[in-house]
């Protein structure tokens, strides 16, 4: 079984300030962990993903995540938010092996502050 | 190249009608997947269907609602007797690969509202 619990549906930060959205999860068994982004009127889009190796990992628009198994933590940060930022941010996870399939947080929506 | 496209956008019924939405994947895409995302719910898994095997349906809310996958690509989701609690954004994603680690690529949704 598994879980994963975003702390706060929604973030406010400036223009130019750092960005930190929280994700914990739970697993019986080694995740696989993906950041989603969905902007406004649009699907999802991957932002990034952690299977194997290094446990930071860099996505697209200068986001970072990084996995840390001890604290079941996938937070993700972005040092400088731009006003493009503005949208809704979900976490997932999946075991890495076996059929189960993506469970998703509820979603953290980003606000920017000019 | 083309991304996951859905139809249509947005679809008002009323209750007791049956709706059906479609997918068309990206092409070569062996994977594909519907999820459901209800107001303030995060995204919830519905039906996989992986190249020629069984769809595994787990994830299905009840027997009103039931996919196929017609060849290998295009897929349609149907809900029979539309129930108010039905309304949500109807996603469907598509991965080149099945496996957990392979990069699902989402469609713009399907905006199901039902009066």
């Known amino acids: 079984a598994q879980s994963v619990t975003q702390l706060g549906s929604h973030v406010s930060v400036s223009e130019g300030a750092l960005v930190l959205l929280r994700c914990n999860y739970s697993?019986?068994?080694?995740?696989?962990l993906f950041w989603y982004v969905q902007y406004p009127n649009q699907g999802l889009q991957l932002l990034l993903k952690?299977?194997?190796?290094?446990?930071l990992v860099k996505g697209i628009n200068g986001f970072e995540a990084e996995f840390k198994k001890s604290e079941t933590s996938f937070h993700l940060t972005k040092p400088s938010a731009h006003m493009s930022d503005a949208a809704e941010y979900f976490c997932?996870?999946?075991?890495?092996?076996?059929?189960?399939?993506?469970?998703f947080g509820t979603g953290t929506r980003l606000t920017i502050i000019p | 190249g083309a991304g996951v496209s859905q139809s249509p956008s947005n679809k008002v019924t009323e209750k007791g009608k049956d709706v059906e939405l479609r997918c068309d994947p990206i092409?070569?895409?062996?994977?594909l997947y519907w999820y459901r995302q209800s107001l303030g719910q995060g995204l919830e898994f519905l039906i996989y269907?992986?190249?020629?095997?069984?769809?595994?349906k787990s994830g299905l809310p009840s027997d009103r609602f039931s996919a196929e996958r017609t060849g290998g690509s295009v897929s349609t989701l149907t809900i029979q007797r539309t129930q108010q609690e039905d309304s949500a954004v109807y996603l469907c994603?598509?991965?080149?690969?099945?496996?957990?680690?392979?990069?699902?690529?989402f469609g713009p949704g399907t905006r199901l509202l039902v009066l």
């Open positions: 269907f992986q190249g020629n095997s069984a769809p595994d």
């Open positions: 697993s019986s068994v080694p995740p696989y």
């Open positions: 994603a598509s991965s080149e690969l099945p496996g957990q680690r392979e990069t699902q690529y």
């Open positions: 997932a996870v999946s075991p890495n092996f076996g059929n189960e399939k993506l469970t």
């Open positions: 952690y299977t194997t190796g290094a446990t």
């Open positions: 092409s070569g895409h062996t994977a």
